[in-house]
């Protein structure tokens, strides 16, 4: 699964700030952060350090078709997550989130 910049954007509260999580990714250094798995709007591969033959490789390593600039069937392979109030609170809960 794959998401694009600004679908990760949207899920921490600001859907306008693709830009800032790219530039997040860019400066993450914990190789167990999977950030070659964010990727353009539309599939496009983009970002990764301009390393995307490493992108590429690791992206078809997990199984994913990728060609030289796209991620293939990007609509079948994209996670849109759920907002980080559903993921602490559930679908239809009203309860605090636990502290």
């Not at 990760?8 to 990714?25: D, H, K, T």
């Amino acid at each position: 699964m794959v998401s694009t910049y600004g679908d990760i954007a949207a899920l921490a509260g600001s859907p306008r700030a693709a830009r800032a999580v790219g530039s997040i990714m860019r400066e993450c250094r914990d190789p167990f952060t999977p950030c070659h798995r964010v990727i353009g709007a539309g599939g496009a591969l983009g970002g990764f350090g301009g390393n995307l033959g490493l992108k590429r490789a690791r992206l078809t390593a997990e199984g994913l078709e990728v060609t030289l600039t796209r991620v293939r069937r990007f609509a079948d392979v994209r996670w849109r997550g759920q907002s980080l109030a559903r993921l602490r609170l559930g679908p239809k809960s009203t309860q605090a989130p636990p502290r």
